[in-house]
């Protein structure tokens, strides 16, 4: 969703904007996530979610790691400091998740599926690394706002599991918004921060469309 597009339609604000991309473009509007959030789904096709997201983000530097090391931001720095240290939990609980599930289902193309996140992977790298004054941090705060979506799955799938889910610790919505409409002080600045949130989340739709493609490789089978 483009900048001029989500500020017509009257929303205010640097956080109104990152909101707004989130809400339309955002993981949990996906519809193979919103199938596996309803009904009856089968295990290997929750735990395949789940290793896919342990191979984009259960990693060492993550990307608010990554973000809070580039950012040039002030006003960011304590919200980054407390969303690295959240994440850290995200990850412990993701392994968690993985070790309990076994291992990946076995799926054809798998050698195509591996290439594809770890080219996810990069483009993440390069986002939250990004010399773009504000593209760093515009896509830390997208994980931040699309995390949710994904830890319904997570938490879905720990449940049957039998792991009870910790609360995320991740800094709440009200708190994100404000840091972001502090962040946003000039039109440039705004802009890399959506660019970031923006070729982030398109990362994560298109993991979710890796995975709605396994499902159905592995169906055929």
Known sequence: MP???????????????????????????????????????????????????????????????????????????????????????????LVRIVAAAGPMPSTPGQAASEAAVTAQRHALDMLAQSDRNGCADGTAIALALDWPGIRSVLDLLAGRLGIDPPASQLPPAFETATMIDALAGTLSVERAMV?????????????????EARASARSDH
């Open 3 to 93: 900048l001029e597009t989500v500020r017509s339609a009257g929303l205010s604000g640097a956080s109104g904007t990152l909101t707004a991309l989130v809400a339309a473009d955002g993981s949990a509007t996906h519809p193979y996530l919103s199938r596996l959030t309803s009904g009856v789904v089968p295990l290997r096709d929750l735990g395949d979610l789940a290793h896919q997201i342990c191979l984009l983000h259960a990693r060492h530097p993550d990307l608010f790691e990554q973000a809070a090391a580039q950012s040039r931001q002030p006003a960011a720095a304590e919200w980054l400091a407390e969303s690295v240290r959240a994440f850290a939990a995200e990850r412990a609980y």
């Open 195 to 211: 660019f970031g949130a923006q070729q982030m989340l398109a990362q994560h739709r298109g993991l979710i469309d890796l995975l």
